[in-house]
């Protein structure tokens, strides 16, 4: 009697198609009433779709036999396509993809110059197709002097490659103290606006006592560039 009041006060088992839930559902869960908000929540959005087809129907459909209307005159003929006009026929460019042939073109008789250019251009008298090699050539033993001959070009023995642009700095020149003189001459040039130099047509000449200098042996030592 008391396992006929429980299969009674227990309702069946939900199933969720052919999966089960995550995780299992309270009894609360199971018998809880939604409230107002929810079910206001809960409803499906309105199709707005039947509105849409009336001012913007698919692209290539038709409308309903009862609201089909044929055309007017008018219509139509707006529709035509536009023809060009004679006189741009005449002049524009050739290479158009449409262009009117003359009854006279189309009825004159070729002269015999015409047909003579007409001709594909034909082989050189001396022009002489791929022929195979015989045995002989196939079997031939290359001689020293052409074993020689066929060797490239070498470089020169005293030949210096491109030195690498990057290359280790040594130990010194890393801990080398630079002079007041090498601090000096790193400073940049300073050198007034762009804007004021426009203005100033002697901004860049040449000092007279630069021009009047004599060049030391030792600057033009360090001149001459480097024998490789």
């Not at 429980?6 to 559902?25: C, F, K, M, S």
């Not at 042939?101 to 070729?110: E, I, T």
């Not at 470089?155 to 290359?167: F, G, K, Q, S, T």
Request: charged content about 25%; hydrophobic content about 35%.
């Amino acid at each position: 009697m008391l396992l006929k009041f429980y299969n009674h006060a227990v309702p069946a088992r939900l199933v969720w198609g052919d999966q089960e839930t995550i995780w299992t559902l309270s009894w609360g869960a199971l018998t809880a009433r939604p409230s107002a908000r929810i079910l206001s929540l809960s409803k499906p959005k309105k199709d707005f779709s039947k509105y849409e087809c009336r001012c913007r129907p698919v692209i290539g459909g038709r409308p309903p036999l009862a609201k089909f209307g044929y055309p007017s005159e008018r219509l139509l003929r707006l529709a035509e396509p536009k023809k060009y006009l004679p006189a741009y026929l005449k002049q524009r460019a050739r290479e158009s993809p449409e262009w009117p042939v003359s009854l006279a073109a189309r009825n004159c008789n070729a002269s015999q110059r015409i047909l003579e250019l007409a001709q594909p251009k034909g082989l050189h008298p001396d022009f002489m197709p791929a022929r195979e090699v015989s045995r002989s050539p196939q079997k031939a033993i290359v001689s020293t002097r052409t074993i020689e001959l066929s060797k490239p070009k070498q470089l020169h023995a005293n030949y210096v490659p491109l030195r690498d642009p990057e290359w280790p700095v040594t130990e010194a020149a890393k801990h080398a103290v630079a002079t007041p003189r090498v601090l000096e001459l790193a400073q940049p040039s300073t050198r007034s606006h762009m804007g004021l130099t426009t203005l100033n047509p002697d901004a860049f000449r040449v000092k007279e006592t630069a021009m009047k200098a004599a060049c030391s042996p030792r600057l033009q030592e360090l001149a001459r560039p480097i024998q490789r």
